[in-house]
Every structure is written in C-alpha cells, then in structure tokens.
T-cell receptor, first 113, second 113 residues
Framework: DAGVIQSPRHEVTEMGQEVTLRCKPI?????LFWYRQTMMRGLELLIY????????DSGMPEDRFSAKMPNASFSTLKIQPSEPRDSAVYFC???????????FGEGSRLTVL | KQEVTQIPAALSVPEGENLVLNCSFT??????LQWFRQDPGKGLTSLLL?????REQTSGRLNASLDKSSGRSTLYIAASQPGDSATYLC????????????FGKGTRLHILP
C-alpha cells in the first residue's frame, strides 16, 4: 500500500479564500483522523471518522472548518473563509482500530497571507 | 484534565551514546501509548506501541517502557547514530466515556557526528 496520501503538499492562499485539503487513507483502515500541527500548540486532533461517519469533531476550531468523508477512500478538510491564524501543517492519519497504530500522511502545509 | 508532557524540548548527544527520552502523562488509566518519529517536513512514523498491560516494547535499538503508576514512559535509544536525529513524540490514549488521543509536543533530538 502507498500509505496515507495527502494533497496538496503546500498551499499558499490569501485571507478569505476557501481551502480544501484532501486525504486518501490506507485501504482497509476504518478510522481516519485530521490533525493540525503548529509550533505553539503542537499536534491537535481536529476530527476523526469511523467507517466514514464523523465521531468526534470537538477539536474543530470553529464553523469555518468542515470535514467530510464521502467514501472509505477519500476525505476532505475545508476552511472557508481562511484566516492567517489557520496557517499550519495539516495531517491526515488512519488506523485499523481506534487505539491502534497510527499511520500519517506527509502533511499539507498551509500558509494564509 | 489529561495532559502529556515531554521534557526536554531539545537534546543534543554525541554519536554512539545511549539516551533516554521522557514522556509524562496525567491520569494513569491509559489504554495505550505510542512513540513516533518525525523528520523535518515529514509526517509522523510510528515506532512502538505499548498497551496498558505491557511494561515494555522493543524494536531494534529502540526500547520503550511504561510505568502507569508513575505516569511515565521512556524511549531508550542504544548506540545513537546521526540518522536518529529527528523529533520524537509520544501519544497517549485514554478510553472510556470520551475517547482521547493526546500528543506531547515532542523532543527534538540532534546526534552530533
């Protein structure tokens, strides 16, 4: 398997624009997680899915953030409208079971000007 | 409140030395604990996963131990090499009414050639 695949790897956009980050989990993994990493706050869980269903979105910062998982092989994290404080690296991860070994993608580095 | 702490934030060690990285957590009723490695600009790679019933796990030159009663885990790296330079993070899972996965902020390790 190719591992968890994220796109784009880098995104630079202007404040107010819509940003969509994409993730393809490892085939057969039932759990998908979206994380945000910054120097100040470290790695924060935003939301996770089980079998395409959102289970815990308590980490989503505010209504500007939304995540979907239309099928077992694809998920999106959308920010609309984006703000400079959203600048961070966003990681997608997947696992077979909830507390199992986590496999991370390479991340999407977002810069909002 | 459940928290995960990694001290020190950065560490420099001459090549060949054995070293220990620390991970502390509040609330000893953990489900499991996982150690990760992160290279600059990359995603996290799982190194070792210790279940709450286990005392240690080993993989090559790495050994992770778990002492729930004291709220600590250590990652021991034997005969360090320059290629071990990276940031090492631990993640703790608590399960119950609310499942939580909390990451420490990591220890940035630099092995001096």
């Amino acid at each position: 398997d190719a591992g968890v695949i994220q796109s784009p790897r880098h995104e630079v956009t202007e404040m107010g624009q819509e940003v969509t980050l994409r993730c393809k989990p490892i085939s057969g993994h039932d759990y998908l997680f979206w994380y945000r990493q910054t120097m100040m706050r470290g790695l924060e869980l935003l939301i996770y899915f089980n079998n395409n269903v959102p289970i815990d979105d308590s980490g989503m910062p505010e209504d500007r953030f939304s995540a979907k998982m239309p099928n077992a092989s694809f998920s999106t994290l959308k920010i609309q409208p984006s703000e400079p404080r959203d600048s961070a690296v966003y990681f997608c991860a997947s696992s077979l079971v909830l507390a199992g070994e986590l496999f991370f993608g390479e991340g999407s580095r977002l810069t909002v000007l | 409140k459940q928290e995960v702490t990694q001290i020190p934030a950065a560490l420099s060690v001459p090549e060949g030395e054995n070293l220990v990285l620390n991970c502390s957590f509040t609330d000893s009723a953990i489900y499991n604990l996982q150690w990760f490695r992160q290279d600059p600009g990359k995603g996290l790679t799982s190194l070792l996963l210790i279940q709450s019933s286990q005392r240690e796990q080993t993989s090559g030159r790495l050994n992770a131990s778990l002492d729930k009663s004291s709220g600590r885990s250590t990652l021991y790296i034997a005969a360090s090499q320059p290629g071990d330079s990276a940031t090492y993070l631990c993640a703790v899972v608590w399960r119950g009414r609310d499942d939580k996965i909390i990451f420490g902020k990591g220890t940035r390790l630099h092995i001096l050639p």
